[in-house]
């Protein structure tokens, strides 16, 4: 069964149409990777996805058979969705580690395996400071990582994960998008997945089971295939190639 | 001379504020209607409280912490101890509640002196009950922070529910040379009172002064404008506001530093929470005329209801040019980006507003007594609940 299944999904924000009948699903313990040019629709998706207030949004989402399309994003995040936002907002007066503290709580989250990933993304030294006020791009996606890391996910949806952050960050980052994601158990016994959106596709180098790539172009999914070879692809002819594609869906 | 400043000023309004008339609070209407247990609920325990006072007449003086002389103004001023200092950093004819506080006030108050080089870690606790209704309530007190001592007063103030009444303390503050006086007022006033406390701070060579003053209860009217003068090089204040305005809470509430000698530094900063009607004006002021001198101001307002105002006022006065003056300020509601942040977590839409609204409201304030503290965490809660 699908984790996930994006049904005949448009979305209009402010009047205009940002999405258009796009469907498409991620299976169990799949990793799914979204690429396309700025402005093509690919952070709406995900904001569809966990329920942006303000969206006018037709088509349904299915979340593990449970029809999530109404639901607020809180409800959906604690169905088992969890969102790691393009760019975070700064929280006045919160502190990382209370947040951390509280979300281990809601979802039950093993504090060591916490402890762990905060010293796999070097980021202690931000754990009393305020919420994203004055963090650099890549501290930001490590401090978001760790928070999503606490909400334990069963589908995670990543925004840029690779955005901002410098080369030597980029395997760091992978691992532990693989850890949320129970890649690197194959015992696990649950199976999680992930989308992740990229623009260059530079995370999947570093992202086990991302088998599959969806191109999003003007609000609308056009293809889709394996993600080494459309990226190779784009990298030589540019998205517009894609408008000619075979394998359209 | 000062009587007759005072009766000069007796009808002088203060530029800012709903203008009182002293006389409706000369008429007493009942016998006192609170007990010492009130201070409970301000977190303070009347049998640790160095200095208490019920209208116009101290009914407690614990000189107890070494290294602090704790005395009535009345005592003080018989001793010959504060002569320099009465009616010195506040003038007696400032307004009409200064000269009240003068003709009608008792001549009472608390005095608290920090002995030279002390640094008295306990924190000095003071309690200012207005029980009367329909009464002027005027201490003044007057803290000396001798050369090189330091020292943190709390006071806290109750008023009686009943009736209306009017508080119109006089706060005289002296930091000398290398001193620190900090000064924290947790304020819990009735709907019906009416404050006008006039505050005047001196801090000489490398002194510092730091105050923070909360209040999250309804209030009648509130206005208040503290002056801090750092007069010697190298001194320093630091001034927080944490206030939360409900019903239909009047408040103007201001804080001014004159950075009068090199290298003085001071900053701002105010936190401003209304809901119901509430009506706060927030000014803050920084004026700059010595060399290398820097000051910031910070205001956030955050408004919880549709109906109530805030009016956010920051004012920088560079008088020379070798001076850095900054302010932030932002007024509005809760941010949506925020809410729909927390709530991808998981927060449900209550949680996210009551973690914002905390959040928003932090400030960190050292060497609060634990039960202080925890008072003061729940009246944050509260602030935060029922939005």
């Given at each position: 069964?699908?984790?996930?299944?994006?049904?005949?999904?448009?979305?209009?924000?402010?009047?205009?149409?940002?999405?258009?009948?796009?469907?498409?699903?991620?299976?169990?313990?799949?990793?799914?990777?979204?690429?396309?040019?700025?402005?093509?629709?690919?952070?709406?998706?995900?904001?569809?996805?966990?329920?942006?207030?303000?969206?006018?949004?037709?088509?349904?989402?299915?979340?593990?058979?449970?029809?999530?399309?109404?639901?607020?994003?809180?409800?959906r995040?604690?169905?088992?969705?969890?969102?790691?936002m393009q760019m975070p907002p700064a929280l006045k007066g919160v502190r990382l580690r209370d947040l951390i503290k509280r979300l281990s709580k809601i979802y039950g989250t093993d504090q060591d395996t916490l402890r762990r990933i905060s010293e796999e993304l070097r980021i202690e030294r931000l754990l009393d400071r305020e919420l994203h006020r004055g963090f650099s791009g890549g501290e930001m996606k490590k401090v978001e990582l760790l928070l999503l890391a606490a909400q334990?996910?069963?589908?995670?949806?990543?925004?840029?994960?690779?955005?901002?952050?410098?080369?030597?960050?980029?395997?760091?980052?992978?691992?532990?998008?693989?850890?949320?994601?129970?890649?690197?158990?194959?015992?696990?016994?649950?199976?999680?997945?992930a989308i992740i959106v990229t623009h260059m596709g530079k995370i999947l180098k570093h992202v086990r089971n991302a088998n599959r790539a969806y191109i999003i172009l003007n609000g609308e999914v056009k293809c889709f295939g394996n993600p080494a070879d459309l990226i190779e692809d784009i990298e030589k002819y540019g998205f517009s190639e894609c408008l000619r594609c075979v394998r359209v869906v | 001379m000062l009587k007759k400043a005072a009766e000069e000023a007796l009808n002088k309004p203060s530029p800012y504020g709903i203008d009182l008339r002293i006389e409706d609070f000369l008429k007493p209407r009942a016998?006192?209607?609170?007990?010492?247990?009130?201070?409970?609920?301000?977190?303070?325990?009347?049998?640790?409280?160095?200095?208490?006072?019920?209208?116009?007449?101290?009914?407690?003086?614990?000189?107890?912490?070494?290294?602090?002389?704790?005395?009535?103004?009345?005592?003080?001023?018989?001793?010959?101890?504060?002569?320099d200092y009465f009616w010195n950093a506040v003038k007696v004819d400032t307004d009409k509640y200064t000269a009240a506080a003068e003709l009608f006030g008792g001549h009472e108050g608390y005095v608290f002196i920090a002995e030279r080089g002390r640094k008295v870690e306990q924190p000095v606790l003071s309690c200012l009950l207005l029980s009367t209704p329909g009464s002027l309530q005027a201490p003044h007190n007057i803290v000396i922070v001798e050369e090189g001592a330091e020292l943190h007063v709390i006071t806290g103030c109750l008023t009686s529910a009943e009736a209306p009444g009017l508080h119109a303390g006089i706060s005289e503050f002296y930091v000398k040379e290398g001193g620190r006086l900090t000064f924290t007022m947790i304020h819990q006033w009735a709907p019906t009172s009416h404050v006008r406390p006039r505050t005047g701070v001196i801090v000489e060579r490398g002194g510092e002064y730091v105050s923070h003053y909360i209040n999250m209860s309804p209030i009648a009217s509130l206005q208040t404008d503290p002056k801090v003068y750092?007069?010697?090089?190298?001194?320093?204040?630091?001034?927080?506001?944490?206030?939360?305005a409900p019903r239909e809470s009047k408040m103007d509430v201001g804080g001014s530093v004159f950075l009068r000698a090199e290298n003085t530094s001071a900053e701002i900063v105010s936190k401003v929470i209304t809901k119901d009607r509430a009506d706060v004006i927030t000014r803050s002021l920084i004026s700059a005329e010595g060399r290398g001198a820097r000051g910031h101001i910070e205001c956030d307002g955050l408004l919880l209801s549709d109906s109530s105002r805030i009016l956010t006022l920051p004012a920088l006065d560079a008088k020379i040019d070798d001076v850095q003056l900054s302010h932030e300020a932002a007024?509005?509601?809760?941010?949506?980006?925020?809410?729909?942040?927390?709530?991808?977590?998981?927060?449900?839409?209550?949680?996210?507003?009551?973690?914002?609204?905390?959040?928003?409201?932090?400030?960190?304030?050292?060497?609060?007594?634990r039960p202080v503290e925890a008072q003061l965490k729940m009246a944050l809660e509260l602030a935060a609940r029922g939005l």
């Amino acid at each position: 069964m699908a984790m996930l299944k994006v049904e005949e999904l448009s979305v209009k924000v402010r009047e205009r149409e940002i999405l258009r009948e796009v469907s498409f699903e991620v299976g169990e313990g799949e990793i799914v990777a979204l690429l396309g040019p700025n402005g093509s629709g690919k952070s709406t998706l995900l904001h569809a996805i966990m329920g942006r207030p303000g969206y006018e949004v037709s088509g349904r989402i299915i979340f593990n058979g449970i029809d999530i399309t109404g639901m607020s994003a809180s409800e959906r995040a604690k169905l088992g969705i969890g969102f790691m936002m393009q760019m975070p907002p700064a929280l006045k007066g919160v502190r990382l580690r209370d947040l951390i503290k509280r979300l281990s709580k809601i979802y039950g989250t093993d504090q060591d395996t916490l402890r762990r990933i905060s010293e796999e993304l070097r980021i202690e030294r931000l754990l009393d400071r305020e919420l994203h006020r004055g963090f650099s791009g890549g501290e930001m996606k490590k401090v978001e990582l760790l928070l999503l890391a606490a909400q334990n996910p069963k589908l995670a949806l990543l925004d840029e994960p690779d955005s901002g952050v410098d080369l030597e960050s980029l395997p760091i980052i992978g691992k532990v998008i693989n850890e949320i994601v129970g890649a690197s158990d194959s015992r696990a016994r649950e199976k999680r997945s992930a989308i992740i959106v990229t623009h260059m596709g530079k995370i999947l180098k570093h992202v086990r089971n991302a088998n599959r790539a969806y191109i999003i172009l003007n609000g609308e999914v056009k293809c889709f295939g394996n993600p080494a070879d459309l990226i190779e692809d784009i990298e030589k002819y540019g998205f517009s190639e894609c408008l000619r594609c075979v394998r359209v869906v | 001379m000062l009587k007759k400043a005072a009766e000069e000023a007796l009808n002088k309004p203060s530029p800012y504020g709903i203008d009182l008339r002293i006389e409706d609070f000369l008429k007493p209407r009942a016998s006192p209607s609170m007990g010492l247990e009130a201070l409970s609920s301000i977190g303070i325990d009347p049998e640790r409280a160095s200095y208490i006072q019920v209208d116009n007449r101290p009914v407690e003086v614990r000189p107890s912490i070494p290294g602090v002389k704790v005395l009535t103004l009345s005592q003080a001023l018989e001793e010959g101890l504060v002569q320099d200092y009465f009616w010195n950093a506040v003038k007696v004819d400032t307004d009409k509640y200064t000269a009240a506080a003068e003709l009608f006030g008792g001549h009472e108050g608390y005095v608290f002196i920090a002995e030279r080089g002390r640094k008295v870690e306990q924190p000095v606790l003071s309690c200012l009950l207005l029980s009367t209704p329909g009464s002027l309530q005027a201490p003044h007190n007057i803290v000396i922070v001798e050369e090189g001592a330091e020292l943190h007063v709390i006071t806290g103030c109750l008023t009686s529910a009943e009736a209306p009444g009017l508080h119109a303390g006089i706060s005289e503050f002296y930091v000398k040379e290398g001193g620190r006086l900090t000064f924290t007022m947790i304020h819990q006033w009735a709907p019906t009172s009416h404050v006008r406390p006039r505050t005047g701070v001196i801090v000489e060579r490398g002194g510092e002064y730091v105050s923070h003053y909360i209040n999250m209860s309804p209030i009648a009217s509130l206005q208040t404008d503290p002056k801090v003068y750092l007069v010697g090089e190298g001194a320093k204040a630091y001034l927080s506001s944490v206030i939360v305005a409900p019903r239909e809470s009047k408040m103007d509430v201001g804080g001014s530093v004159f950075l009068r000698a090199e290298n003085t530094s001071a900053e701002i900063v105010s936190k401003v929470i209304t809901k119901d009607r509430a009506d706060v004006i927030t000014r803050s002021l920084i004026s700059a005329e010595g060399r290398g001198a820097r000051g910031h101001i910070e205001c956030d307002g955050l408004l919880l209801s549709d109906s109530s105002r805030i009016l956010t006022l920051p004012a920088l006065d560079a008088k020379i040019d070798d001076v850095q003056l900054s302010h932030e300020a932002a007024v509005g509601r809760l941010s949506e980006e925020q809410l729909y942040y927390l709530m991808t977590k998981g927060f449900s839409e209550e949680e996210a507003k009551s973690i914002l609204v905390r959040g928003f409201m932090e400030v960190k304030i050292e060497g609060l007594p634990r039960p202080v503290e925890a008072q003061l965490k729940m009246a944050l809660e509260l602030a935060a609940r029922g939005l």
